[in-house]
């Protein structure tokens, strides 16, 4: 009788140990570590959890070892062993000659397994994007070579090229740690982070080994990625760099875009003038000869050609004016039919095409007709990323720009000091964080919140979402009222042409209003309630942003006043469960175990927020008064020096 | 006579007694001339004197010469192929085009040792134009990735699950306390967020040395009696500890621990007379004294060294699992809200290197400082 086997744990019969692996598959630490980065493999945890070790499932292993980067690996080997050799005999000619002999590998077949479709790629481009842009500012030093910063900056520019041409940047935020863009592509949101332009010296604590192999990966899939967008514009790829502006520091200009087929026509226009002057010459002297002759018998036949090209003529124009017409019936019919039509996918592609014509609009034209003018202290990149991915002009202070200091064309000037010596009255003198706030608000703020002298506005995040949090801070109460201001006028000029034809319009409504509002007024009459009062009621109704808007006096309020102003305006939750209803609580007595837990959870967490919440509108609460008093004492002293 | 017989040849000797040598050395043309004599008066039935020309010779008008010596020798792989004609040879490339570009090659490392003033003639100029052509329609070739993917059938799923896509984001959106000019409310939520993580650290300090003061509670470094093992205060604190796989084991005192060899001692041992042992006793007295004291010694260094690491080094190790940092934020006195008057706290790159192991690419094998 044979013995019976005994059954291998869970772990050792799934997982495998990092030794154990590095061992199946013969391969350096080291090497493990690069294959495992760029196929993607990552270790796992297991339920059962052994000892403190690193462990990786033994499929992700055999499907390794299948991989042809190995042999490349171990070329490697085998080749810097003979380098070595040679070396130690000191037979330089030889190192010479081997050097061009260096084994090489691409990542093609990796960046297909793992992205088989573009918009996969487009959604794990934020990561790739960052560490680009990183290693794009690095200096170069023993670790990072110069070569591997060029290329980063290379594909990092034509990144940023494409999304000016096709202003498709949505969302800006400054931060600490660095500069936060928010870009649409093929209606996938990509999110990166730009360092300050700050020289960054690389910390000790990290591996740069491994982020080295993460770049590796990345540049394969910036290029793939490049290559389809440019594609995609019908530009060509790759495009080339003017090596001046490049010198000058001038990245985003340096690079020169061409359509794809206009290098491939000069080239055919190039052969044919060759061959052209080739066969002129002899041709001449034939055709010179046949004209005479042909001259002599054509007198007649000028004639009547004339004749003709008259009336041909006038044809001609008769028929372009009805095929103007045409073509505006036709269109109108079109799009008529399209809106009319049944099948919902025809209507939404139309839909869509209104909206992407409508985004264009919106975001390519805030910034148009400006001029801007970087002062030397602002950070240039990302000003000019931003101003002329809405449809703004820049120039600055250095060479390669288009325009100086003194030219009269300039309406805006970015400046980050607090003393100006010299002014131009026709511009307008701003901070750097006017640009970002206009962009996130998609609206010109106003220019005196953010004059070099005074202390700009807060800066707050695109990307939080108010009515989520359940917090509205103040300067976002603000740029509400200043977005429906700005709406309501465009509204009253739109409604300013269209008075002339509702005008009888009006009169009805008028008279209708006459008649509702006596017949409130009766009602009121009968319910006691007086002319003062009804004035007091629609003061209370007035906002508190509408008297800061109106009147530059502010009323001191109580400090309970404050509270309840604010808890107004912030977003009211409706909750379904109340713990003091009889629904809930016979809900609960139904209720599983797991049900109860769960929804205790979510009892917790709400009320957290809400402690949150409170916390926060306390804190604005003794803000406001402080200010308050503040305001207090200065009024006092106007009033005390005017007396 | 002899003269003559000297002048002849000497004759070799033939030996002709194997069937070798007899077949080597005898002449056998007389008899095969007998049997074909006899082979043809048997076919014609006539003998060969009364037989005509025309039925003994046949005059070949061609020319060829049938000897085997002149004729040559066929190759061993015509044999082969000839003998089975369905074997097709094998050629010497794969790819016919391979020649062209071998030729071009040549071509082209003349062209490019030519100087730049020297003119190119036409057929050099067309072929340099041809393989620049070639190499833009293989870089787009390659560069063009993803140009059929819609053809494609939707992508099967991958059963291994391997390329499935982190919940995790790779960028955590920030919070409003991060910018540069924030609001008081949020800078201060962040600032409480950073208190209550500094808490935390600090209570889990206490707990290790808390732990570690029990220790030195009983088996205070400075005091040496508490080392001592035959001290009566000792003999309340029997207890000792002992660590192994982070976890703390009590072991009994030594002195009263009693390994098997010395039970099965005591047990074989036969009972003394007292006088005996008292004698023994007090002989040995100073011998046990000093022997004691000395383990005592050697058990005091080992233990003050160990608790000395222990004190130094965390005893409960957190466990190889990410713990989660704050965002910074700016104190009062740095918020300008201009990039002049920026201070950087945290580096970019450490936050990369936090994010991978957030999302658990990288192991977490060491606490590092952050």
Known sequence: MGRRKQKKPVIESKYLTRGQALRKLQLSLTEFRRLCILKGIFPRQPKKKGSGKVYYSIKDIKFLSHEPIIKKFREFNSFYKKIKKAIGKKEFQKIKSMESNLPTYTLHHIVKERYPTFIDALRDLDDCITLISLFAILPSSSMVPANRTQNCQKLYCEFLNYIIKTHSLRKVFVSIKGIYFQVEIKSQLITWITPHQFTQHPPKNIDFRVMLTFLELYEAILKFVNHELFYSINLRYPPEFDQEKLSNGDLLGALILLNENENENENENQNENQIENENENENQIENQKLMRERIKTLEQKLISVEKNEAINVQNEEKNQKENQGLDQEVEQNFFQKMEEDEDESTRKQYKQAQKQRSRKVIYGNLFEGKIFYLNREVPRLPLEFVIRSFGGKVGWQGEGSEFGENDEKITHQIVDRKRIDRRFISRAYIQPQWAFDSVNELILLPVEDYAPEVKPPHHLSPFVKDHIVGYIPKRREELISLKSFRNSSKKKKSNLKNQNQNQNQNQNQNQEELEKNYAQELENEFKGITYSQLEEQKKNKTNFQEVEIEGNEKSILSKTQLENQIRNKQPKKTSVFDQNDEKTQLAKAVMTRKQRIAFNKAQRISSKKQNSIDRLINKRVAFEIENQDEEDIKKRKTKSKQK | ?370
């Open chain 2, 1 to 370: 006579m002899k003269k003559s017989n000297k002048n002849q040849k000497r004759k070799k000797k033939l030996s002709k007694k194997s069937k070798k040598n007899w077949v080597k050395n005898t002449d056998i043309k007389d008899v095969e001339s007998f049997l074909e004599r006899k082979s043809l008066e048997t076919i014609e039935n006539q003998q060969v004197s009364q037989l005509k020309n025309n039925q003994l010779f046949v005059i070949d008008p061609t020319n060829q010469s049938i000897s085997t010596e002149s004729q040559l020798k066929p190759l061993y792989y015509e044999k082969i192929l000839n003998s089975n004609p369905n074997i097709k040879p094998i050629s010497s490339r794969k790819n016919k085009n391979q020649k062209i570009s071998s030729i071009n090659d040549k071509t082209l490392k003349q062209i490019s040792k030519l100087k730049p003033e020297k003119q190119l003639v036409e057929s050099q100029r067309k072929l340099l134009e041809v393989e620049q052509k070639k190499e833009k329609k293989k870089d787009d070739q390659v560069l063009k990735m993803w140009e059929n993917s819609k053809n494609q059938n939707p992508r099967r799923k991958n059963k291994l699950n391997r390329y499935k896509r982190k919940k995790i984001p790779s960028i955590i959106l920030p919070h409003n306390g991060t910018s540069i000019n924030p609001d008081p409310e949020s800078r201060s939520e962040l600032e409480k967020i950073w208190k209550d993580y500094q808490v935390k650290k600090e209570k889990e300090k206490q707990m290790n040395l808390n732990f570690g003061s029990n220790f030195n509670s009983k088996f205070d470094l400075n005091s040496d009696s508490k080392f001592d093992l035959n001290s009566d205060s000792k003999k309340d604190s029997k207890t000792l500890f002992h660590i192994k796989n982070n976890f703390i084991w009590e072991i009994t005192d030594i002195s009263e621990q009693n390994t098997p060899n010395q039970l099965q001692k005591k047990i074989t041992e036969k009972p003394k007379n007292q006088k005996d042992i008292l004698n023994q006793e007090i002989d040995n007295l100073d011998q046990i004294k000093k022997e004691i004291q000395q383990e005592n010694e050697e058990i005091k260094k080992r233990r003050k060294a160990r608790y000395q690491r222990l004190k130094n080094r965390e005893l409960y190790e957190p466990p190889k699992y990410f713990t989660e940092i704050p965002e910074p934020f700016l104190n009062e006195n740095e918020v300008s809200g201009r990039f002049i008057d920026l201070e950087l706290k945290r580096n970019l790159f450490q936050d990369r290197f936090l994010s991978y192991q957030r999302r658990s690419l990288l192991p977490v094998t060491k606490k590092r400082e952050n």
